[in-house]
């Protein structure tokens, strides 16, 4: 697809790297499936992917966690 950032590059699949914030926690996703884009390195999610992030990074928050470091596991 079309990356709707750069509007110049192509997407293709990928791994990458996904950090989310909420209060004073951070969690980061490691090796997470996503399409990239080619040119300006842009990340597209799936809503399955997006879905499965936000439930894992809610457990963090509710445990307190300050920073977590997680590998993506589908």
Do not use: D, H, W
Not at 5 to 33: A, D, H, M, N, Y
Not at 40 to 59: D, M, N, S
């Amino acid at each position: 697809m079309k990356c709707a950032i750069c509007r110049q590059g192509e997407t293709s699949p990928g791994l990458v790297t996904v950090l989310l914030q909420r209060g004073e926690t951070s969690v980061i996703f490691k090796q997470v499936p996503a399409e990239v884009c080619e040119n300006c390195g842009e990340y597209y999610l799936t809503q399955a992917v997006t879905e499965q992030l936000l439930v894992r990074a809610e457990e963090a928050v509710k445990k307190g966690a300050e920073v977590e470091i997680l590998r993506y596991a589908a």
